[in-house]
C-alpha cells in the first residue's frame, strides 16, 4: 500500500503543471484571441444590423454633427458647422473630429470611418484593459481574460463603439491614464489624461481625483512614518512633471 502511494506521488510529480496565474502559453495566444474576438463580434453585429434595416446607420445626430466638423475642417480648414463660416468651439471632442477629419484623406464613407475608428480603439481598450487587470492581480491571466471578457461583452460598450461617436477612444484613453498612473509614468500618463481631455472634459475629474489619491497617499504615509521609522516615504515628485505637461495641454483646451 505504501508502495502504491509512493508510485501515485511519484506520477503526479511527473505530470505538467498548468499555472492559471501565469502560463507562457496562456498569456501568448490569450491577448490575440481576445482582440480578434472583439474585432469580429462588432463586424458581426455591424453585418446584423445591416441585414435588418437595408442600411448603415448611426444611433444619435451627434454622430453626424462631429462628421460636419471634420468635413468641414478637411475641405475648408476650418472648424465650424456650416462651411467655412462661424468658426466655433461648438464640438466637444475636438481631437475626434480632428482624426475623422484627418480620415477624410483617406476615404470620403463616413461610415467606414467611422466604424474603423470606433472597432479599432475597443480593440485598443480591450488590450489595456488586460494589461491593467493583470497590474491590479499580480500578473494574474486568467482574471485578465476574463474581465476583458467581460468588457468584450458588454453590450452598451458595443453600442457606442458602432455610434460614431468618440466614446470608445475616450475609453482607450481612459483606461491608459489609469495604466500609466499605476506605473507612474509622468510623461505617457500626462498624454493619455490630455488627449482624453481633448476627446471628453470629464477628464479634468479623472485628474483631479489622480492629484486627491496622491495627496492622500503621501499624507497617510507620513503619519504612518511616525510610527514606523522603516517605512518609506511617498514619492510625489513624478506627479510634479504630469502636472505641468497636462496643465500645459489643459491651457490649450480652453484657450480653443
Known amino acids: 500500500m505504501k508502495a502504491k502511494n509512493i508510485q501515485k506521488d511519484k506520477a503526479l510529480s511527473l505530470a505538467p503543471k498548468f499555472d492559471f496565474k501565469y502560463n507562457s502559453f496562456l498569456l501568448k495566444y490569450s491577448v490575440p484571441v481576445l482582440l480578434l474576438l472583439s474585432g469580429l463580434l462588432l463586424v458581426s453585429i455591424l453585418n446584423t444590423a ?6 448603415f ?3 444619435l445626430d451627434d ?3 462631429h462628421l460636419q466638423f471634420a468635413k468641414n475642417l478637411n475641405e475648408y480648414g476650418s472648424f465650424s458647422y456650416y462651411k467655412n463660416e462661424l468658426q466655433t468651439s461648438g464640438s466637444t471632442a475636438p481631437f475626434y473630429t480632428a482624426l475623422l477629419a ?10 467606414i470611418l467611422s466604424y474603423f475608428i470606433g472597432i479599432t480603439f475597443l480593440i ?12 491590479e492581480f499580480n500578473q494574474s491571466v486568467i482574471i485578465a481574460v476574463a474581465g476583458s ?10 453600442w457606442v463603439s458602432l455610434s460614431g461617436m468618440e466614446t470608445s477612444m475616450a475609453i482607450c484613453f481612459l483606461l491608459l491614464s489609469f495604466y500609466f498612473y499605476r506605473l507612474q509614468k509622468p510623461v505617457q500618463l500626462a498624454l493619455s489624461i490630455g488627449i482624453f481631455l481633448w476627446l471628453r ?3 479634468l475629474i479623472l485628474f483631479i481625483a489622480f492629484l486627491l489619491d496622491i495627496i492622500y497617499r503621501y499624507s497617510f504615509v507620513r503619519l504612518e512614518k511616525k510610527k514606523n521609522k522603516n517605512i518609506l516615504l511617498a514619492n510625489i515628485k513624478w506627479f510634479l512633471k504630469v502636472f505641468y505637461i497636462f496643465g500645459s495641454i ?7
Do not use: C, H, K
Open 124 to 135: 485598443i481598450s480591450v488590450w489595456v484593459f488586460f494589461l491593467l487587470i493583470r497590474l
Open 149 to 158: 471578457l467581460l468588457m468584450i461583452f458588454e453590450w452598451r460598450i458595443i
Open 63 to 65: 454622430s453626424w454633427i
Open 102 to 111: 484627418i480620415g477624410f484623406f483617406v476615404t470620403s464613407n463616413e461610415f
Open 201 to 203: 472634459p470629464e477628464a
Open 50 to 55: 445591416y441585414n435588418q434595416n437595408g442600411y
Open 250 to 256: 489643459s491651457v490649450g483646451y480652453f484657450l480653443f
Open 57 to 59: 446607420g448611426f444611433p
